[in-house]
């Protein structure tokens, strides 16, 4: 059956199977993203499966048919059928990036790969690093969102791909182990120093609980990657908002949040008190999770094809 399937895999079809999918999975990173984090009236957040999609000002229930990942809003022009309230534009975003990456995916995992491992290994490949991928999504988004990471999506993480992680050849047991203790080891080290000399917390402990879920799957070397990676790719954005910002400058423009002194447990400007005391959430000034993200599928689909090559070099 796998072997008849195999030519197929390097067919557009294959990759429409894996965008069309990652449309499905971004629309419900949409649902994740939406719901998880913890609001006034639901502090635990939301159910994801329960109530089923309505629409958020006429609380209408969203017919299927008008809920298709991308082509619902395109066909709509975003609006609600009913009350004609406008989704955000976001929601194309998310699910857009999600599709893109399970494209990406397949080709690094299923097609690049074709030579070295068998097709049953390769889609294993493909849908671990999918859900890795869709997971990255929801935490970036959500950071973006509320300035959080959640441990409610962060730890069940871990433990699930640190247990996917080795369904897969020529991952050693330590392995996701090691980058989870570096993971959270390293970026807590860094605060704690930080802490010390700014008095203000610099790296959340959220960021520490991603880049333990990054060390989960990619092992030590994936967290030093995203570290570095991820402050280069923030840098450059960074430096980028900046100069944008500076160019239609207004004297009255309050400056990045980064320059707000905000001591841990205290209100951090915007009105809300920071809940830090609250065990089921952390709080990270910054939101540096996107770009440890983007450092981490980076890794996540170069590092393979790095070892490929060495393989193929030593022979
Ligand atoms: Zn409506």
Same mark, same amino acid.
């Given at each position: 059956?796998?072997?008849?399937?195999?030519?197929?895999?390097?067919?557009?079809?294959?990759?429409?199977?894996?965008?069309?999918?990652?449309?499905?999975?971004?629309?419900?990173?949409?649902?994740?993203?939406?719901?998880?984090?913890?609001?006034?009236?639901?502090?635990?957040?939301?159910?994801?499966?329960?109530?089923?999609?309505?629409?958020?000002?006429?609380?209408?229930?969203?017919?299927?048919?008008?809920?298709?990942?991308?082509?619902?809003?395109?066909?709509?022009?975003?609006?609600?059928?009913?009350?004609?309230?406008?989704?955000?534009?976001?929601?194309?975003?998310?699910?857009?990036?999600?599709?893109?990456?399970?494209?990406?995916?397949?080709?690094?995992?299923?097609?690049?790969?074709?030579?070295?491992?068998?097709?049953?290994?390769?889609?294993?490949?493909?849908?671990?690093?999918?859900?890795?991928?869709?997971?990255?999504?929801?935490?970036?988004?959500?950071?973006?969102?509320?300035?959080?990471?959640?441990?409610?999506?962060?730890?069940?993480?871990?433990?699930?791909?640190?247990?996917?992680?080795?369904?897969?050849?020529?991952?050693?047991?330590?392995?996701? %182990?090691?980058?989870? +203790? @570096?993971? /959270?080891?390293?970026?807590?080290?860094?605060?704690?120093?930080? *802490?010390? !000399?700014? =008095?203000?917390?610099?790296?959340?402990?959220?960021?520490?609980?991603?880049?333990?879920?990054?060390?989960?799957?990619?092992?030590?070397?994936?967290?030093?990657?995203?570290?570095?990676?991820?402050?280069?790719?923030?840098?450059?954005?960074?430096?980028?908002?900046?100069?944008?910002?500076?160019?239609?400058?207004?004297?009255?423009?309050?400056?990045?949040?980064?320059?707000?002194?905000?001591?841990?447990?205290?209100?951090?400007?915007?009105?809300?008190?920071?809940?830090?005391?609250?065990?089921?959430?952390?709080?990270?000034?910054?939101?540096?999770?996107?770009? %440890?993200?983007?450092? +981490? @599928?980076? /890794?996540?689909?170069?590092?393979?094809?790095?070892?490929?090559? *060495?393989? !193929?070099? =030593?022979?």
């Amino acid at each position: 059956m796998l072997e008849q399937l195999e030519p197929l895999t390097t067919e557009p079809v294959a990759y429409g199977f894996a965008i069309v999918l990652g449309l499905v999975w971004g629309s419900f990173a949409n649902v994740c993203i939406y719901r998880w984090p913890p609001s006034e009236q639901f502090p635990k957040g939301r159910s994801v499966v329960k109530p089923g999609s309505h629409c958020f000002a006429c609380q209408t229930p969203i017919r299927w048919y008008d809920n298709l990942p991308m082509i619902s809003w395109l066909w709509l022009r975003g609006r609600c059928r009913s009350c004609k309230a406008t989704f955000s534009g976001r929601y194309l975003i998310v699910e857009a990036t999600t599709a893109a990456l399970f494209g990406v995916a397949w080709w690094a995992t299923v097609v690049a790969n074709q030579m070295f491992e068998p097709l049953d290994v390769r889609l294993i490949r493909f849908a671990i690093y999918a859900a890795f991928c869709f997971v990255l999504v929801a935490i970036t988004f959500i950071d973006i969102d509320h300035k959080l990471i959640l441990n409610k999506v962060t730890i069940p993480s871990i433990v699930a791909f640190y247990l996917l992680g080795l369904a897969l050849p020529g991952h050693a047991w330590w392995n996701g %182990l090691v980058g989870i +203790a @570096v993971g /959270y080891g390293v970026p807590w080290l860094i605060g704690e120093i930080y *802490f010390r !000399l700014k =008095g203000r917390e610099g790296l959340g402990l959220g960021d520490s609980m991603l880049l333990a879920l990054i060390g989960a799957l990619l092992g030590w070397r994936g967290v030093v990657f995203a570290l570095f990676g991820g402050s280069v790719i923030g840098s450059v954005i960074g430096i980028t908002a900046l100069v944008l910002m500076r160019d239609r400058a207004e004297p009255a423009e309050p400056v990045a949040p980064a320059e707000k002194p905000a001591g841990p447990g205290q209100p951090d400007g915007d009105g809300e008190p920071a809940p830090d005391d609250e065990p089921s959430l952390m709080r990270t000034e910054l939101p540096f999770g996107p770009f %440890l993200a983007m450092a +981490a @599928v980076f /890794y996540l689909f170069a590092e393979p094809w790095i070892q490929l090559n *060495f393989k !193929l070099l =030593g022979g």
